[in-house]
């Protein structure tokens, strides 16, 4: 069964602290994703990474870095947490050659004050 | 580039009722359309998703239909039930998208009993 993990559920940090959040995929996928879930607001996507340390920003990167070491696992960081980054954080993998179909994992939600 | 607007963001039918939510989209070369499914605490989960060659597809409750004319299309859900109590997103892909999505904000959707 396909699987993406992520690292944490509920995740609490205070402001200026630097913050990981890591995510897992077992389907060797090659395109993995980070999201922003706002009530409202929808998805909108950080970071994408088509490829093992390749990386291209998405709608909202500031704020946010990326590290993709190994195919199977995507770090979010957030340098210096704000509480404007309180949210909750999905993962998602995809494989070009099979289809655009995203796999997200259950989502971590981050508060930050 | 791509945006698509979901309407309504909330919906409340009776327990055996219709729903219909309705996507637009701005660029006349996308070329897939995804429904998502987001139960409370999981990350969303394609349900149905229609290619531009086709303008309906359906899946037991659930069709979909696209207006490639008007650039929208919609999520049919026939004989509500409670199961079907979730957050509802469209998406669609650029031709040029590198496999990228872009969401819509979602729908809520509530079966009252």
């Known amino acids: 069964d396909v699987k993406v993990t992520q690292s944490s559920r509920y995740l609490v940090k205070r402001t200026g602290e630097k913050v990981f959040l890591e995510c897992v995929q077992d389907?060797?996928?090659?395109?993995m994703f980070w999201y922003r879930q706002d009530p409202g607001l929808g998805l909108r996507l950080i970071y994408f990474?088509?490829?093992?340390?390749?990386?291209e920003k998405g709608d909202i990167p500031e704020g946010y870095s990326v590290s993709r070491e190994k195919k199977e696992r995507f770090s979010l960081i957030l340098e210096s947490a704000s509480t404007n980054q309180t949210s909750m954080y999905l993962c998602?993998?995809?494989?070009?050659?099979?289809?655009?179909?995203?796999?997200f994992g259950p989502g971590t939600r981050l508060t930050v004050t | 580039g791509e945006n698509v607007e979901q309407h309504p963001s909330t919906l409340s039918v009776q327990e055996g009722d219709s729903a219909v939510i309705k996507c637009t989209y701005s660029?006349?070369?996308?070329?897939?359309f995804p429904w998502y499914k987001q139960e409370l605490g999981k990350g969303p989960q394609l349900i149905i998703d229609?290619?531009?060659n086709v303008g309906e597809k359906k899946d037991q409750r659930i069709a979909v239909t696209l207006n490639k004319t008007a650039k929208h299309f919609s999520l049919h859900i026939t004989e509500t039930q409670p199961e079907d109590s979730a957050v509802y997103f469209c998406?669609?892909?650029?031709?040029?998208?590198?496999?990228?999505?872009?969401w819509g904000a979602g729908t809520k959707l509530i079966i009252k009993p």
């Open positions: 998602a993998s995809s494989s070009p050659t099979e289809s655009y179909e995203q796999y």
């Open positions: 389907m060797d996928h090659e395109n």
């Open positions: 990474s088509y490829d093992v340390k390749m990386k």
């Open positions: 660029d006349s070369a996308s070329n897939y």
């Open positions: 229609i290619r531009s």
């Open positions: 998406a669609a892909t650029p031709i040029d998208s590198n496999y990228q999505l872009i």
